[in-house]
């Protein structure tokens, strides 16, 4: 079965920078587009961020675009979010998650998250 | 953007009864070339991920109760849940994927017990 475990979250200062990472097994990574999707305490749930199979396409919600990047390794099964400028809004539940492709683009597999904190 | 919107916020509802959850998308998510809509609704308990429940606006996820079910089209969505048991106490999010470029989800809906 698929699971994803991601990495790399924390606290962090205004204006610092972190990169989360998420591992994939129990499915051949490279062939999926991969998401990620925050959830800030106690809110609802936010894409941020869409990679296609082969890292040629990405795609950005509005509030993070020139800020977060997204990337993959096919070679290591890796998912990973470069977040730099974070803000306090950025503060949240990270989760990666897989795109279906048999469900046309709904997320199918979700790892178990992970909390990124922005304070001083 | 393709904006979306559930109703209720908050639904408490007795426990055998049905639960009824409403998504509004601001433009339609029916896709013509296949007649499919880019709809999913996702499940999530208190210090879980979420879970997906159904697809597709109507199609359950394997795994997933037959009392959950999903019913629209184009623009306006209904989750179901024909007779609430109490593992079914959640918040649930409709989601959009017709953009693959920009993904939204509802707000959530969160469900209680009477």
């Known amino acids: 079965e698929a699971q994803l475990v991601e990495s790399g979250g924390g606290l962090v200062q205004p204006g610092g920078s972190l990169r989360l990472s998420c591992a994939a097994s129990g499915f051949t990574f490279s062939s999926y587009w991969m998401s990620w999707v925050r959830q800030a305490p106690g809110k609802g749930l936010e894409w941020v961020a869409n990679?296609?199979?082969?890292?040629?396409?990405?795609y950005y919600v509005d509030s993070v675009k020139g800020r977060f990047t997204i990337s993959r390794d096919n070679a290591k099964n890796s998912l990973y979010l470069q977040m730099n400028s974070l803000r306090a809004e950025d503060t949240a539940v990270y989760y990666c998650?897989?795109?279906?492709?048999?469900?046309?683009?709904?997320?199918?597999?979700w790892g178990q998250g992970i909390l990124v904190t922005v304070s001083s | 953007d393709i904006v979306m919107t559930q109703s209720p916020d908050s639904l408490a509802v007795s426990l055998g009864e049905r639960a009824t959850i409403n998504c509004k998308s601001s433009?339609?998510?029916?896709?013509?070339?296949?007649?499919?809509?880019?709809l999913a609704w996702y499940q999530q308990k208190p210090g879980q991920p979420p879970k997906l429940l159904i697809y597709w606006a109507s199609t359950r996820e394997s795994g997933v109760p037959d009392r959950f079910s999903g019913s629209g089209s184009g623009t306006d969505f209904t989750l179901t849940i024909s007779s609430l048991q109490a593992e079914d106490v959640a918040v649930y999010y409709c989601?959009?994927?017709?953009?693959?470029?920009?993904?939204?989800f509802g707000q959530g809906t969160k469900l209680e017990i009477k």
């Open positions: 989601q959009q994927y017709y953009n693959t470029a920009m993904y939204t």
């Open positions: 433009q339609s998510v029916l896709y013509s070339s296949n007649n499919k809509n880019y």
């Open positions: 998650a897989r795109v279906s492709e048999k469900y046309g683009g709904a997320l199918d597999y």
């Open positions: 990679i296609k199979e082969d890292g040629s396409e990405k």
